[in-house]
């Protein structure tokens, strides 16, 4: 593999990215290994995939894992209830197993005839053997159809981008297997950046305050749920929908509920305002 | 340098073995690092740490390693090329994929290419682009604030991976650290059990298949019960006094554990310093529950948490009537009310917040010896969980 042949990750004109974050990404697509990617919810982690998608030019296969995902979902499944139901009321050949193997996203993604991208999102929520089960199929990149006997090999390894909310703890083996990023929050600089590329035409008056309230309020150590990039950028499209023009940190704060999630964190917040201790922090 | 490197990792407890050097090496190879120290940083940081705990390690380790370094990256390289020789040679510890990514090398080629990029990289380092901050004075100014600066066409800047080494950014996320209510979810989460029982509402698709066979081909609809959780938990939480400064960490925990969906029932309970005949339901103490109606009521298969610091006076402890409560049963010493807790209970475990060093020479020593003990941290609450979630062990086996 020389340098020739492979082309840079380097962000998108709607996702910006620092050098560690590129540099991750590149790791994984010279070692054709799956990126796992960890972070804050509301740091662009499923955003990412979508943005290597466009910014290499290759198609998204998405996989929202759930908690009652299966490693097999993944990969095929065997509708063997239509099968049932197609032999007792005679729709079509039965015989032809062919017809009831439908492909998941690994499937898809491990059968294209181009270079993919396969997104495995929030891998954290299903089951804990999950991550494990997979193991075989990522690394090789093929699979077995036990019900018809045939084996499927990737013509194009697909560059696979895992995303973790961290709610379970994902197993070593499965690690090791992976390049891994965190997603570290962005420093003022950086936000500055973000919020301009998604709000371009904005007041930066209203910006600097807003990311001004936004940065002090994350640095209060008693809030559970602090607020993150997605909770800012929306609350500055709520108060540029609303028509303000400057915002700053006191008791009457404008829809608050954007970016605060959590009941106990509102009191929090007022009881912080009114400069009572009622509560130990 | 390089290998040395990985080995500093591991003595800071990083799992790297094999897989990861090789892989390092194939990353370098492509030449991804830019040839520069701050390139080197970031890829080795992907390609080594798997988890967002070890990032702190990862750091340090490389400040370590690299702190005035300049020159020496050519050896680096050097020793990489060296290193690859050797790992050609004792080829037999590796797999068949591991083999196969290695002699896609031609040694000669390889050298080549690094030859030319340490010239490019002479070029660029006599260009100006202090790599390594000399002056490292100040922590911002030019090259810190830079750190995630993305190039939208301009150049990267001066930013050293020492300096950002040095600011350890990732601290927060080292797990022998106290935690959150995120980290603490996660924690509890491994303490779950699932079976199967109650209601039969979910299609047993293989029995449906087994039995309409043996029918026929008549469809015969075999049902089963849902997997469900079935872990009770007890939590019973110090409050008051010496606990005072711990309170946020114990509401945190005590947040993680309402909010976990996969304990089928959730005891909560209050109590300062010591238990006695009663414990309460409330943290203002004006719902009490004796002690003995809470264990009728409970069997010997709910895990109990005990929450608490441990610390009290002695005599709270050991002598009967320690309460200032004064009732009948409050005539036994705490000491026994804790005892007979823990006999009760398969499974119990105590957390303290106490840092573990503070462990020694008061009445901690004492509950130690009723109770298994772990701190109260995210590394302390995974012992704590995985000891309660074995079965059932001979009683104080240490």
Known sequence: ?281 | MFVPFVYELRSRGVPVGMQEAINLAEVLEAGLHDSSLEGFYDVAKAVLVHSETHLDDFDQAFLKHFKGVEVQAKKLKEELLDWLAEAKEGMRELTDAERELLEKYDLEELQRLFHERMNEQDERHDGGNKWIGTGGTSPFGHSGAAREGIRVGGAGGNRSAIKVATQRRFRAYRDDMTLDVRQMAVGLRKLRALTRDGAQVELDLDATIDETAKNAGELEIVLRPPRRTNTRVILLMDVGGSMDPYAHLVSRLFTAAKKATHFKELRCYYFHNCVYGKVFEDARFTKPVRVRDMLADCGPHYKLIIVGDALMAPYELLQAGGSIDMNEEDRVEGIVWLMSLEEHFERTCWLNPEPEKYWGGNTIEYIRQVFEMFPLTAEGLGNAVSHLTKGKSARNAR
């Open chain 1, 1 to 281: 593999m020389t340098e020739a042949n492979f082309t840079r990750f380097r962000g998108t004109d709607t996702y910006l990215t620092s050098d560690s974050l590129e540099a991750a990404v590149n790791c994984a697509l010279v070692l054709e290994r799956p990126l796992l990617v960890k972070g804050e919810p509301g740091t662009g982690k499923t955003l990412l995939a979508e943005a290597i998608s466009s910014g290499l030019g290759m198609k998204l296969i998405p996989w929202h894992v759930k908690s009652t995902t299966r490693a097999q979902d993944g990969l095929y499944v065997y509708d063997t209830v239509q099968r049932l139901y197609d032999s007792r009321f005679g729709d079509g050949d039965v015989n032809d197993i062919r017809r009831y193997i439908k492909r998941g996203p690994l499937g898809q993604a491990i059968e294209s005839d181009e270079r993919v991208v396969l997104l495995i999102d929030e891998v954290d929520k299903a089951d804990l053997e999950f991550p494990n089960d997979l193991l075989h199929e990522l690394d090789r990149m093929r699979f077995h159809v036990d019900e018809t006997g045939d084996d499927i090999v990737a013509k194009h390894r697909p560059v696979v981008i895992i995303t973790s909310n961290n709610e379970k703890e994902l197993p070593d083996a499965f690690l090791r297997r992976c390049v891994f990023h965190f997603i570290d929050f962005p420093e003022p600089d950086l936000m500055r950046r973000i919020v301009a590329v998604h709000h371009p035409d904005t007041n930066s008056q209203l910006i600097e305050q807003a990311m001004k309230v936004f940065f002090e309020i994350r640095g209060m150590r008693r809030l559970r749920k602090r607020p993150s990039t997605s909770e800012l950028i929306d609350w500055i499209a709520v108060l540029k929908m609303a028509g303000l023009t400057d915002v700053k940190l006191d008791n009457k704060l404008p829809f608050l509920g954007a970016l605060l999630k959590k009941e106990q964190d509102l009191v929090a917040l007022a009881d912080q305002m009114s400069g009572g201790s009622r509560w130990r922090s």
